[in-house]
């Protein structure tokens, strides 16, 4: 079993480096053009508490509840994430596809809010797919350390999903208001 698990991370690795060091996918640019979304409209710097509740805090949660409150995702529970993230992968696929529109805007705040909303679609876009195929993995492993890896995973990307699509509504509601003018 033991040989299992280094083929398991050595597989995980190679994962890591196709998403975030292949120059044709460039996570690492999605990435780094979400963080500017959290610039602080005022102070025009990058805002330390959003970055804290986006980035950190849904980590620090799942490790918290898998590791000290041992709360793993099981089998049943995966599968039903899996579905569930197919879902919200679709719908932010087609939703981009509407934002891209509104880009066009010739006023500034909206094109602003328009950019930076579709920046967070494709974030939360690519973070449901890469939790729907760490769902079908979590259905596969019997390993007790990959499954406890697994779920603070899907945990920490799960909470980011969530804070991404509360993001994502209120700056659609701040597009509807301002055209409602």
Known sequence: MPDRNIWLFTAAALVVVM??????????????EQIKVFKN??????SLWDCLCFLVFPWVFSYICVYQLDFVIEEELAQ???????IVFTVLFGFAAVMVSKIDSTHKTEKQVAEETFVSIVSANLMS????????????TKSEIIVKISSVVLLGSSF??????????????????????
């Open 41 to 46: 409209a005022k102070k025009q710097r990058i």
């Open 129 to 140: 797919l890469i939790a729907a195929i760490l769902s079908i993995v979590l259905t596969q």
């Open 19 to 32: 998403l975030f060091f292949n120059r044709k996918v460039r996570l690492w640019a999605v990435l780094k």
């Open 160 to 181: 980011i999903i969530i804070l991404l699509l509360l993001l994502i509504t209120k700056r659609t509601f701040f597009l509807y208001v301002d055209n409602k003018d």
């Open 80 to 86: 039903l994430l899996t579905t569930v993230f197919s």
